[in-house]
């Protein structure tokens, strides 16, 4: 019985210690350092890609290597803390959503690939770099794609996939890891699509000075100029 509860106090202590090593905010810090607001720049969120492509290389190298350890570290603890190896993956994937909603930045961040990336590396370290190496070079081949990062992920976990099915290697660790980047990719997608559909919308067509504001506080500018129109209009 008190080996349970110790089990499950060290679970719990191991997905808080995920979550706010994922919520480090690197990509803000090292950006500001730089004069950027990495929100309002290039893809507005807080992640390597954006960093390395619109604020500078060195800078993206230091936060891919920052981010990637958050994740790397996540798994480490859970070790320490004695998490069961089938639940380890779980203190992994709360470093990734600390990544995507950190409380540092008012629960903003990146798309969690890189620290994706060191979960993996923590967990399969030979295996994960062949992935992680084919997923950075398809990322700096398809550069100028806003799909870059996706396509980088996705050629990752793909090639670690293939090579856990044909030499019988970790194969449930790797289809756990592989439904966290599925996770992932589907919520960048998600968050892609929902940021067209709102500068589809009428109130954003045509207000360029609407670009370096979040989802909802383009909404809210955009009631107010609504507001202020039709005030004018009763004039």
């Not at 230091?62 to 779980?90: C, E, N, Q, R, S």
């Amino acid at each position: 019985m008190i080996n349970g509860l110790l089990i499950v106090q060290n679970i719990i202590l191991a997905i808080i210690a995920g979550y706010f090593l994922g919520a480090l905010p690197f990509a803000q810090i090292a950006s500001r350092i730089r004069g950027v607001d990495v929100f309002s720049t290039g893809s507005t969120l807080a992640g390597t890609a954006n960093v390395f492509f619109n604020v500078g290389h060195r800078t993206g190298a230091l936060v891919f290597i920052g981010d990637v350890a958050k994740g790397a570290t996540a798994v480490f603890t859970a070790w320490a803390l004695d998490v069961p190896p089938t639940l380890i993956l779980v203190a992994g994937g709360a470093s990734v959503v600390g990544h995507w909603k950190s409380v540092f930045t008012r629960f903003r961040g990146g798309d969690g690939m890189a620290p994706l990336m060191g979960v993996s590396l923590a967990l399969l370290p030979a295996l994960a770099a062949l992935g992680v190496a084919t997923g950075l070079a398809t990322i700096v081949l398809m550069r100028h794609s806003s799909l870059r990062s996706t396509w980088g992920i996705a050629v990752c976990f793909t090639m670690m996939m293939a090579f856990s099915q044909y030499y019988q290697i970790e194969r449930d660790l790797v289809t756990g890891l592989v439904i966290l980047a599925s996770l992932v990719l589907l919520r960048t997608m998600f968050t892609r699509r929902k940021r067209l559909f709102l500068a589809s919308r009428p109130v954003y067509q045509g207000a360029g000075e609407y670009d370096d504001l979040e989802d909802d506080q383009v909404v809210e500018a955009g009631h107010e100029s609504n507001l202020g129109q039709a005030t004018s209009g009763q004039h």
